[in-house]
């Protein structure tokens, strides 16, 4: 490793296969073994589609779970267990992976928990009776605690649909899919929060970087470095041209006096491009002095009390802001990143402190969580914020009373025909616009499942909202849901793939509505796509389904499931011998009862969610 007249740490990525593997090398050539990253949780929750909610409503349990991911990349797994109709279980699991994690030892995990006990689980290519073994390690946690939890490969126990299998061992060489689950036969509320899932490696020694790039492919984190001191930290920010706009915001909000203390402190210091990023007039906004708070918050987002350089950094994983929220500092294609936020120089020394220039303004939660700032963060609802902003109806999404929003993201908006967006934002269709985005805004907090099993719901424009499993989507009035139950705070926002009204292969769609003429929103004539999300149509379906049987609505219950298999037979997600099975499964129904009909429906249903959530991949 060539060598520097300052301090160099590099971060070196060994991918032996497409899970990362970080290693520490300073200049003497030590380094520090930090086993592999499985799942560092960023960002917002309307991407967060990496995890999938299993619950025990497959089975025919009223226990209901739930996750969200925060802004600091902690997921939070939470709800309610029921020991009902022989239930007792709620779990996240990951999409399908393949990782080779031969070279470590166990599970680490960064959580906090609430006193209960929770079970890691993993499935490798083991099979028992022709279905995937689960292999789990269970861990009690300490309510209200943040701790790691090692859970050593050893001590993952092999099991089947709750049979106990003792002579099955776990191959950490083919882990196929991770998850976690509470069961511990105890009803009532659960809550985990998780920083991260990791592995724990074998140990330390000392290779060159030859050596370390001999054991596979390796992508060195090119981070710049200082070599000199620069004066106060508000120096090198005031003389530093990349800050300009930084230094504008620490004046604007009465900061800079805070910067000329000399107690110790470490910035992450977005340049002036980063600023750039943010939505058009944000910054003129937060200037203005009614938002100084907002200001205030954000900047000291960006401090750290004390030192804190890179190799510190890198070996916490997590520092705390002078506010005490979590920055997470991660590993991601090669670089270092704080947050969102990729670390571009790294360690210029101040007398008072250290900086760090980072390419992307760190943005914390609002201190009062709503619907819009919920929509803000997500960053994938620009249009219809500008749209709600147009309409006056801001209030209405950071007001008191609960809504629930079918938010349509900005590809929904792009796919409008050319020009129907600018129409709408025009002051003369004010009308117009208001009743469109009401007729995506339903009164109360309602869930996924509840719009399933109403069927319909009336819009705050007076409009009809339809639901339903159409050709095996989740649609409301055409529009594909695809993802739901986000939190928002004062409401819950669903993700929808096409504006309500203007849904795929509509007559709309191809001229576009006069708005000037209709007097309100475009009419509802909605065809549907077809969508590969079986898991979801099947779980969909045993929601709806259950409470239809358990009230002696038999033959309703059984229609739906012989809908489901229906729409099965057609995925293309499934090979030709599943999809034909999926068929004969519907026809040998037709010659039972009604009530054994929904069984054995429902047992094919089962088997198939079994199939897919232990063996995807």
Known sequence: MKKSSCPVVATILIMSSPLLQTI?????????????????????D???????????????GL???SFAVSNAGILTFSGT???????????????????NLSDDLGILLKVRGDGRTYTMRLVSTATFRGMPVSFSGEFKTKAGQWEQIKIPFSEFKGGWRGMRLPKETLDPAVIREMGLLIGDKKSGPFKLEIEYIRTYGKGQGNFTQREVTAKGKTEVAKINQSAKDSGKVIDAVAKDDRFSTLKAALDGAKLTTFFQWDNKKTVFAPTNEAFAKLPEGTVEDLLKPENKDRLVQILSYHVHPGNLDLPSALSTASVTTVEKTPLKVSF???????????????????SDGIVHVIDTVLLPEPKEKNLLTTAQRAGSFSTLLAAAEAAGLVPALTGKDELTVFAPTDDAFTALPSGTVEDLLKQENKKQLIELLTTHIVSGKVSAGDALNAGKAKSLSGSELSFKIDNGVFTVNGSTIRSVGIDGGNGVIHVIDSVIGFASGTSECESGPDLTKTGGAPSTKTTSTKSDNAAELIMAAIDKGVPLYNSGKVSECAEIYEKTLNSLSEMKQFDA?????????????????????????????????????HSRG
């Open 46 to 60: 309307a991407n967060a589609v990496d995890w999938q909610v299993v619950n025990d409503g497959v089975m025919g």
């Open 81 to 99: 267990l029921s020991l009902e109709n022989n239930g007792g279980f709620s779990s996240i699991r990951s999409a399908a992976i393949d990782r």
């Open 332 to 350: 991601e294609k090669g670089t270092v990143k704080v947050n969102d936020a990729t670390i571009t120089e790294a360690d210029i020394k101040c």
């Open 63 to 65: 226990s209901k779970g």
């Open 24 to 44: 520490s090398i300073a200049d003497d050539g030590s380094w520090a073994w930090r086993g592999q990253s499985l799942t560092e949780f960023q960002g917002n």
């Open 577 to 613: 011998k599943t999809r034909d099975a999926f068929g004969e499964v519907t026809e040998a129904g037709k010659h039972y009862d009604e009530n054994r009909r929904a069984w054995f429906y429902r047992h094919a249903l089962d088997r198939t969610i079994e199939m897919m959530v």
